[in-house]
């Protein structure tokens, strides 16, 4: 409920930020589904649900960056501000290369934008939610460190449906329950589209948290 999803897309990416709730579009996927929403910005709904979790007096938190994706600090410094209003103390601590993945491992909130579509659901959701029993996961997922038996059992039902009907209603719970548990907060994604040559002029990646968007300011020449 901090977090305003439209304003955050479209300040930092313009019309190249997409507002998303899960991490299939409708519109581009048939693993996305039109009736799952995002929730609307809601200060005091916050501050009311963080109190009702037994932090009357607000929360420390830490969120995690890597710099190298472009606009990221920007990103994690809105989304701190909102939360402070809420009664979040966010700190915000960067991480570079190696020093960030490992800490993928652990439960603590990372600052992501990661486009979650895949060809397939159980890809990135399977990864990030399903635990590991063996080492060096023991028993925990092996992106977010969550332990959930009940999004395993989700999981493992979307991965034994074979019919495809049966398969989006089964995955849908896998959504549902990622959103209400907050394991991955899906707030906007990017278009783009890879492509290179040697013509390419004006191209700038580095503004862009894909190096792919840069594209709509470059040329080419003839």
């Known amino acids: 409920y901090c977090i305003d999803r439209e304003t955050l897309a479209k300040t930092l990416y313009g019309n190249l930020g997409v507002p998303m709730a899960q991490g299939f579009h409708p519109d581009l996927f048939p693993w996305g589904y039109e009736d799952i929403k995002g929730r609307k910005q809601n200060i005091e709904?916050?501050?009311q649900l963080l109190k009702e979790a037994g932090y009357p007096n607000g929360v420390d938190v830490e969120l995690r960056i890597t710099p190298p994706f472009p606009r990221l600090d920007l990103m994690a410094q809105v989304v701190q501000q909102w939360g402070k209003q809420a009664g979040f103390r966010i700190k915000i601590t960067s991480l570079v290369g190696v020093q960030y993945w490992m800490a993928l491992r652990k439960y603590t909130y990372q600052m992501q934008v990661w486009n979650l579509a895949k060809e397939d659901p159980m890809n990135f959701y399977h990864q990030a939610l399903h635990t590991d029993p063996a080492k060096?996961?023991?028993g925990h997922a092996p992106v977010t460190g969550i332990k959930d038996p009940v999004m395993d059992k989700l999981l493992d039902d979307t991965s034994q449906a074979i019919d495809i009907k049966k398969r989006r209603e089964a995955f849908k719970?896998?959504?549902?329950?990622?959103?209400e548990k907050a394991y991955l907060i899906p707030y906007m994604t990017q278009i783009g589209a890879t492509m290179w040559s040697d013509k390419l002029k004006n191209f700038n990646p580095l503004k862009y948290f894909y190096g792919m968007q840069a594209f709509r300011e470059a040329w080419l020449e003839g």
């Open 45 to 47: 709904k916050a501050r």
């Open 173 to 179: 719970k896998v959504v549902l329950r990622c959103n």
């Open 136 to 138: 060096p996961y023991l």
